[in-house]
């Protein structure tokens, strides 16, 4: 005991970049021995899904605000890149650390990569803390001992435990170092950021991505938005919700920081009416419960979760997927919520549903092709909450519901864009277009489109389908699977 008093705890972050409602890092530092923060860059072969294009973006920022919040605390966040074995095989070897110290991760590589830790490295003492949710997976049950795979049931039977949450732990106010620091390597050799060219120029003037910009959006929107957010949030045109999800997929802030913070936030204010409080709950509640489906149900990223829809015939068409990719699909809303992944790595929830289920039932596109391309794009790209919305708007989820979920793209954009405002911000060639034509411009008169200068088929595509016809081809389809 004396002798593992001053030896050093590695504490291997991953999804969960800070140093704030750290369990892993604040046991460690409790322990007063020294520790070794390391981040390591999983090789491109390793076994768990490497990293889209736009998380690398974000990663490379973040990495670096973390790096220098340990430098503060007297620490040095060590940097390593190659098989995670073997990094910590060498660090454990050199250091002389006998501890690692981890938060749980939830995907099926990952689980498998913490669950074999303790085999490879015996000797070593591994301790493993809940972080990223709310409610440990192994914990809720249904009555008859199996998971939720609906939503609103698995909602309700963790809402009657709320208060049992734990208080979100302070950030440690020193670190104690080794006598030295394992060697590290530079961020900037990792090539993480776009060059040539440089497609995340938007980014910069949209997200600080890091524990402070985390931190600072959750209290501007605590105290900016949360008043209105249930109503707020369904409309794209505006910046009312928390844009939370890249500073909670890279575990910038808890979400038990962001929902306590909410909670005490709607509690000192007492003008903050209670149905924007227990709707952002219910989001957080949201991301837990994709969380626990892939964590029972591991190939949600791959396999369909209703496996019959395998039998689906989706359409392999090249051209259309394309169209949609690159916002080029002559429906204004689709095209709009497709030029705003690219342009900021991010799109509004109601507009990820619009153009969800316009791929998956408009252009009969499978939705793992979706998956894809938002997991490459989109800075909030996550395991648990992509592949499992991409099943639900598919149809082919958990509570599949693939004939309801047809959305009208028209419908959808005069609901949530009435004004045309949000088309208007992502699709300048339309922005002279009155509101009344903005949303299915093949229906305007020639005067309309001439006076907005849009030519239909040169300087803005026509529809690439008809929405009614597509409709009846997508419910054959999901129809012939019964
Ligand atoms: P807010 O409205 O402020 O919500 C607060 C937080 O609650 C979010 O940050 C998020 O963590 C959680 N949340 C909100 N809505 C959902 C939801 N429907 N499911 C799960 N968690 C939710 N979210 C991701 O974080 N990563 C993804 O890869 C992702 N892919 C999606 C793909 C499709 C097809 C669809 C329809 C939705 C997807 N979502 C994903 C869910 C949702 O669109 C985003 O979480 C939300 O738009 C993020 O913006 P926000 O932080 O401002 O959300």
Request: aromatic fraction near 10%.
């Amino acid at each position: 005991m004396a002798k593992e008093q001053g030896q050093p705890i590695i504490v291997w972050l991953r999804h969960d970049l800070r140093l704030d409602d750290n369990p892993a890092l604040a046991h460690a530092a409790e322990s007063g021995r020294p520790v070794i923060p390391l981040f390591i860059l999983a090789d491109a072969n390793a076994p768990v899904r490497p990293y889209g294009s736009a998380h690398k973006w974000w990663l490379h920022h973040s990495l670096k605000e973390l790096s220098a919040s340990f430098g503060k605390l007297g620490s040095r966040l060590v940097l390593r890149r190659g098989d995670a074995f073997a990094v910590l095989e060498d660090i454990l070897s050199k250091s002389g650390a006998t501890a690692v110290y981890i938060n749980r991760r939830y995907g099926p590589e990952a689980s498998r990569v913490d669950g074999e830790l303790e085999s490879r490295f015996n000797c070593v003492d591994i301790q493993c803390f809940e972080a990223a949710l709310l409610h440990d997976p192994d914990q809720v049950k249904t009555g008859s001992g199996g998971y939720y795979k609906v939503y609103t049931p698995f909602m309700k039977s963790v809402s009657a435990g709320l208060h049992s949450y734990r208080h979100p732990i302070d950030p440690p106010s020193g670190l104690a170092a080794p006598e030295h620091f394992p060697l590290s390597e530079s961020l900037d050799t990792w090539g993480l950021l776009p060059t040539n060219p440089n497609w995340a120029k938007g980014f910069q003037s949209e997200w600080i991505p890091g524990e402070t910009g985390a931190q600072e959006r959750l209290s501007y929107f605590c105290d900016e938005l949360l008043a209105g957010y249930e109503e707020g949030r369904n409309k794209p045109s505006e910046d009312l919700t928390s844009r939370l999800s890249p500073h909670l997929h890279f575990g910038e802030v808890s979400a038990l920081r962001a929902l306590t913070t909410a909670e005490e936030t709607a509690h000192r204010r007492k003008s903050i009416p209670d149905n924007d409080r227990q709707t952002f709950r219910r989001e957080l509640i949201w991301r837990d419960f994709n969380h626990h489906l892939l964590y029972h149900f591991q190939n949600l990223a791959t396999d369909n979760f209703n496996h019959r829809f395998n039998a689906l015939k989706w359409r392999e068409a090249t051209g259309d997927l394309k169209a949609w990719q690159t916002g080029r699909t002559g429906y204004p809303i689709v095209d709009a919520g497709m030029r705003q992944l690219w342009q900021m790595g991010w799109m509004h929830n109601r507009v990820r549903m619009i153009v969800g289920s316009f791929l998956t039932k408009d252009l009969l596109i499978d939705w793992r092709e979706g998956e894809a391309w938002f997991w490459d794009t989109l800075v909030d790209g996550d395991e648990a909450n992509n592949t499992s919305q991409w099943q639900w708007i598919a149809g082919t989820g958990a509570d599949a519901q693939p004939f309801f979920r047809i959305f009208n793209p028209i419908k959808q954009s005069q609901d949530f864009d009435p004004e045309g405002d949000y088309i208007r911000s992502f699709v300048p060639e339309l922005s002279k277009l009155p509101a009344k034509a903005i949303h299915a411009p093949w229906e305007a008169d020639g005067a309309t489109l001439d006076e907005a200068g849009v030519t239909l088929g040169e300087t803005y595509p026509r529809p690439i389908v008809d929405h009614k016809e597509a409709r009846d081809r997508a419910n054959a389809a999901f129809q012939a699977t019964r």
